[in-house]
């Protein structure tokens, strides 16, 4: 049976060349990179030279890259960093943001901290205009993610920037999912923190990076031993940050090529499943990632699809792998005006650099008899 991977918004392969330079760090190169020994200095300069790899891709510089365990953990200690460096104030995100965003900000609102949830529009965008309308005086933090991971859609994270900078608040964006499928500039969208994980661009899983602009104070979560410039205590995972920033150089060098390579083979996705009865496209039909189509469908559920997908050697989702085992339909779909019902029938088709037309050939092929199989015993589905 033919296999498929299509759910690279999820995780990614590590890459063969990541691996080969990860390698030597597990057993031959294996040193404590806080000690004075020759061990210890070889490590601490593997990881120096991966945050000059990582700070390239985005247009940093390597001395505000902070390594962490994970994307999610790189939300948490931006967004509480400056929360306990103020101690108390209002801090504005979005209605979809990921999980790591959202329950960081309902935990502070618990400390006494005040959120606003900005709507978005069908597409996922924000309006600017509200934004601004809810900045106040006591506004101490911005995070707005730069690219949604469920349905792509890419948000006007310059702009946003440019508002958070005039008004003199500090800006976050989760860029998780954006990094190394479209351009990342730190410097070019005014952000003050910007979060990253290696395991979306073919990096290990297990460590996730925090861009800092320079003067920026913010309390760390973990504490210990001073790592990280005191904001990331804990003993370095030495063989991950490698990989790590060998996916950051192996990403600057291939992104706008895979890029457009994704793209074409989304179109066709979207073309080709669009032809499907009351199959709608959701996200924005041209701000979005290059490497993401995601659906609905009326009149099925998104976990039998992605199911049945799976025997037919196809791996898709139904949106974000941190929610797939809830049973609440998305909170993105939800606040992009989908109703509930409508919303439980999703699926996210997210591609990588190694898919090819023959693989989306088949998906296109095995995916209506699918859709037409669930209906058929599905009591949501009324035939007109």
């Keep these: 049976m033919k296999k498929i991977y299509l759910d690279h918004a999820a995780t990614t392969p590590v890459d063969r060349e990541v691996l080969e330079e990860m390698l030597p760090f597990f057993n031959e190169k294996f040193g404590n990179a806080s000690s004075l ?3 210890g200095r070889e490590a601490k300069k593997a990881i120096e030279e991966a945050r000059e790899r990582v700070a390239k891709l985005i247009n940093a510089d390597a001395g505000r890259i902070i390594f962490t365990g994970s994307g999610t953990e790189s939300d948490n200690l931006a967004i509480k960093g400056i929360a306990f460096s103020k101690g108390k104030g209002h801090i504005i995100t979005s209605k979809i943001e990921h999980p790591a965003v959202l329950e960081t900000c309902k935990y502070l609102e618990k400390k006494g901290f005040e959120v606003t949830y900005l709507p978005v529009d069908n597409y996922g965008l924000i309006n600017i205009d509200d934004l601004e309308d809810e900045i106040r005086e006591d506004t ?64 290990p899983k297990g460590v996730g990076g925090l861009y800092i602009r320079e003067g920026l104070k913010i309390e760390p979560i973990l504490h210990g031993g001073g790592h ?157």
């Design 140 to 203: 101490i933090l911005i995070s707005i993610m730069h690219a949604n991971n469920e349905i792509g859609t890419t948000e006007n994270i310059e702009e946003i920037g440019k508002i958070a900078k005039k008004n003199g608040i500090v800006f976050h964006t989760d860029a998780v999912q954006s990094v190394g499928k479209i351009e990342v500039d730190a410097k070019k969208i005014n952000v003050d923190m910007l979060s990253l994980s290696s395991h979306k661009i073919y990096g």
């Design 228 to 384: 990280e410039g005191g904001l990331r205590s804990s003993t370095e995972n030495v063989a991950g940050i490698v990989g790590f920033g060998k996916a950051c150089e192996l990403a600057g060098r291939r992104w706008k090529s895979d890029a457009e390579k994704m793209r074409k083979l989304r179109d066709k996705i979207i073309k080709n499943t669009l032809e499907t009865e009351e199959a709608y496209l959701t996200g924005h039909p041209e701000k979005r990632l290059p490497n993401n189509a995601s659906f609905y469908f009326k009149g099925i559920e998104g976990e039998s699809l992605v199911l049945l997908l799976d025997s037919k050697g196809i791996a898709a989702s139904t949106g974000s792998a941190c929610s797939s085992k809830k049973l609440q339909p998305s909170h993105v779909l939800l606040a992009i005006g989908i109703k509930p019902e409508h919303a439980h029938g999703s699926l996210r088709i997210t591609l990588g650099r190694e898919n090819e037309e023959e693989e989306i050939d088949y998906f296109l092929e095995v995916l209506p008899e699918i859709v037409k199989k669930l209906r058929e015993i599905s009591p949501l589905w009324k035939k007109s």
């Design 37 to 39: 020994h020759s061990w």
